[in-house]
């Protein structure tokens, strides 16, 4: 099982894996690390990612980009309006009041949602990691920015589950970036010491975060956190304004009134402001055929780009600005700025971060892929699967959340949260009611750049009065959960029942009960702490004759809140199956007709006159082939476009069962010369062992005639065989199919070579000489002169009576064994 930290921007994607020796970020299917956010539909076929943004300009109606920023929106939601003025596909409001795109896919109309557009870009995500990582992928981080409401965050899950990811959490792009930077730090200073103050400035694309952080060893807290809705393609839209109108009037053109010739200038200018970072010189721009066959030329320098752009950086600065008030952080409190996304490296920004934060910009981080890095390291944390170091990061509450209802007395509210509160955290309030409750949760007006602030209403069941018909307590949990997801959690009533029966005195905890439709906040319960007072023994109040014992009763709570029901995700998860299932076999299918394409090519440039097949095919069947051939092309780019994969594969085998047998024919005689002369060789070698051998080569000494004489049959029997084969191919044409085959040639020759091999590698036999110390042994025994072979033979002739000669036997064996 592996982990991954997904980082999904507006524009590009980057997945890291977290690994043994450290973390990683996987490369795609066309080697590179950045996955554009692109789907584009083509035909009968999806395409993804890299692919999918290659073609956007041919394409533009169908290939679905810069969708990020719809999801968990209205379509008559202001910002989303502004967004689809620039975007070059469909669109539609849906019954439900959400997003639809319109798309052509299969040959008919479909409509989908962002999130099931995000959905189909997380699939490819998924693959691509499988494809690398060769194991199956099922837990993940993925980034949000911090500036995600309820809703958004909500539509993200959504697409991740139609996808088939397992989310263990939505962090925040600024919290990533910060544990990225903090969890290789060895020198933090302790927890009871002053904190690091690091600044995180993030202009990516479409959006700029600016973030304060606190590290102590082993930890990290965000301070505060601002952003704005002005990025990389903000700028790029300036330039192409500027262009747009110069060519106006310069070329009599406008491009504007053509969504592609508008997106081709958009990417020529993206070029040109990325080289204006690193160049302060005039730069050029040249578009050929940029609209109506008219050739456009134009130049830049970085300093009318900054005055074009003033505005922008005026946006930048006022949102460093806020955040240097609302983290309430000095100058010289802050340690260092980094800088992350690919719109940092604008020199101005840098430039503006000096001027505020009194500190230069720093790039120790990887700007590109810092936060995809950070997401791998949280789900590395989380998951049961790896182990890693513990490192606690403590989020925040981005906007203040409100809770309200109405009873009687009227309408009531109170603030939940303020800006800023600390993630996860869970807060206990207490109400009194006699009825059900309907509790409503909402950022407070004018916080969230958000038309709609519903966060969601939620119905609490089974209140009633106690016996005496008085308010009930009621406490309710309102939970900020690890994704920044607002909600409440949980209803508990404590019921109140009174009994007659006499009980031990104890301490009374209810006291005085609260009108109706009085909240406080009992207690709060930090840093993701699920724990209720549920658990806690029943309280007992007495006194002289009665006993009041309370029961806590949970609450059934019916909630309306954003994302879609559960119903609705089924649908969209089979529906994004069975695309999955079609995306192979369409991909099984063109790979059938591409391979029959390549066999038509292939074919008939080995038939023609200087092809390798020419020379052993009939002319006659050659013309048929060839006529064939283009048939068969012809057939590929008119009715043969869409076919099945099964009829692309009838007809590929057709095609190489007419051909191979030409191809067999010119691998036969191509390879009959080198097999002769291998034959020939064989023979050679077997008749020069005979003629060493008769002239008493001392290496075949030991082999005996009849052995010559079988080796030499044999060699003299394919001499035969070889001279009457190559007497029958003189004849034969290489039109027609050789009467030897040259499986049957070399089978001679390895018949030959088995036959001679067995006689001539017969090893010699070894010769059989007594050992070299024999004869001195038998010498000394000769003489007496051996003390032991003495006592050996007065040892055998003090025995039995023995003749003479066993007796000398075995004084020899004695001296042997010496």
């Not at 997106?263 to 070029?271: D, N, T």
Request: proline fraction near 4%; hydrophobic fraction near 35%; aromatic fraction near 6%.
């Amino acid at each position: 099982m592996s982990v991954i930290g997904i980082d999904f921007g507006n524009e590009s994607c980057y997945v890291a894996v977290a690994k043994a020796g450290g973390i990683e970020t996987i490369a795609n299917d066309y080697s590179l690390r950045a996955t554009p956010a692109c789907v584009a539909f083509v035909g009968r076929n999806r395409v993804l990612g890299v692919a999918a943004k290659n073609q956007q300009v041919t394409n533009m109606n169908n290939t679905i980009g810069n969708f990020k920023g719809l999801l968990g929106r209205k379509f008559n939601d202001p910002y989303v309006q502004d967004e689809l003025r620039t975007l070059p596909y469909r669109t539609e409001a849906l019954s439900d009041g959400g997003i639809g795109i319109r798309v052509n896919y299969l040959d008919e109309e479909h409509v989908f949602t962002p999130e099931q557009i995000t959905a189909m870009l997380f699939t490819k995500l998924k693959d691509d990691a499988f494809k690398e990582l060769k194991t199956q992928i099922n837990d993940c981080v993925v980034t949000v920015p911090s500036y995600f409401t309820n809703a958004q965050r909500h539509a993200l899950l959504d697409a991740a589950n139609i996808s088939g990811l397992n989310v263990l959490r939505l962090m925040n792009e600024t919290t990533a970036t910060a544990l990225s930077y903090g969890f290789y730090k060895q020198d933090l200073p302790a927890s009871e010491e002053k904190p690091r103050n690091v600044i995180f400035v993030d202009c990516g694309h479409a959006s700029l975060q600016v973030s304060a952080c606190a590290f102590h060893k082993g930890s990290l807290k965000m301070l505060a956190s601002c952003s704005d809705a002005v990025g990389g393609r903000d700028f790029d839209l300036v330039l192409a304004t500027h262009f747009n109108k110069e060519f106006q009037t310069k070329y009599k053109i406008d491009a504007s009134s053509k969504k592609r010739a508008f997106l081709r200038l958009m990417a020529e200018v993206e070029k040109l402001k990325k080289n204006m970072s690193a160049n302060s010189t005039k730069l050029p721009l040249n578009i050929e055929c940029f609209m109506n066959e008219i050739d456009v030329h134009s130049s830049m320098q970085r300093s009318e780009m900054e005055e074009l752009s003033s505005h922008l950086f005026g946006r930048i600065e006022s949102t460093m600005r806020k955040l240097l008030a609302d983290s309430k952080l000095t100058a010289e409190e802050i340690h260092s700025v980094e800088i992350v996304g690919g719109s940092s490296r604008i020199p101005a920004i840098k430039q503006l971060i000096e001027q505020i934060f009194g500190k230069s910009a720093s790039t120790t981080l990887n700007q590109d892929e810092a936060v995809s890095r950070g997401a791998a390291l949280q789900c590395a944390i989380m998951s049961p699967a790896m182990r890693v170091r513990d490192f606690t990061c403590t989020d925040v509450q981005a906007y203040p959340v409100l809770i309200s209802w109405t009873d009687a007395d009227g309408a009531h509210e109170m603030k939940v949260f303020d800006q800023y509160h600390a993630s996860p955290f869970t807060r206990l309030l207490t109400v009194h009611r006699k009825e059900p409750l309907t509790i409503n949760l909402h950022y407070e007006p004018n916080s969230a750049p958000y038309p709609d602030v519903f966060i969601g209403s939620y119905h609490l069941k089974g209140i009633k009065p106690d016996t005496n018909g008085e308010p009930q307590e009621v406490k309710v949990k309102v939970r900020i959960n690890h994704n920044g997801i607002v909600t409440i959690l949980s209803a508990t009533m404590y019921e109140r029942k009174e009994s007659e029966e006499p009980a031990s005195p104890t301490p009374a905890t209810n006291g005085d009960q609260p009108k109706s439709g009085d909240a406080t906040q009992n207690s709060a319960s930090p840093q993701g702490d699920e724990s209720s007072k549920v658990g806690e023994p029943m309280d007992i109040q007495e006194d002289k004759k009665k006993k009041v014992t309370t029961k806590q009763v949970e609450l059934t709570i019916d909630s309306k809140t954003h994302g879609f029901v559960h119903a609705d995700l089924s649908k969209f998860f089979e529906e994004e199956m069975k695309m999955i299932a079609n995306d192979r076999q369409e991909k099984e299918r063109i790979d059938a007709r591409n391979a029959l394409e390549e066999q038509v090519y292939e074919v008939r440039e080995k038939v023609q006159e200087d092809g390798t097949l020419h020379a052993y095919i009939d002319p006659q069947d050659a013309a048929e082939i060839c006529r064939e051939l283009e048939e068969t092309e012809n057939w590929l780019y008119e009715e043969g476009e869409s076919c099945e994969k099964g009829v692309y594969k009838a007809r590929l085998e057709k095609m190489r069962a007419k051909i191979e047998p030409v191809r067999n024919r010119c691998e036969e005689y191509s390879g009959q010369e080198q097999a002769f002369i291998e034959l020939g060789h064989a023979v050679q070698q077997t008749l020069k062992a005979v003629e060493q051998f008769r002239a008493k080569d001392p290496r075949y000494e030991h082999l005996t005639e009849t052995e010559m004489i079988n080796i030499t049959e044999a060699a003299q029997k394919a001499q035969k065989w070889y001279e009457e084969a190559r007497s029958k191919l003189v004849i034969v044409r290489k039109t027609e199919d050789p009467p030897i085959k040259l499986a049957d040639i070399r089978h001679e020759t390895q018949t030959l070579t088995t036959c001679t091999n067995s006689v001539l590698n017969r090893p010699k036999p070894k010769p059989q000489t007594p050992p070299a110390d024999q004869n001195q042994q038998n010498s000394s025994a000769g003489t007496g002169n051996n003390s032991a072979g003495q006592d050996s033979q007065q040892k055998t002739t003090g025995g039995d009576n023995q003749d003479s000669n066993t007796q000398k036997q075995t004084t020899e064996d004695s001296m042997d064994v010496e």
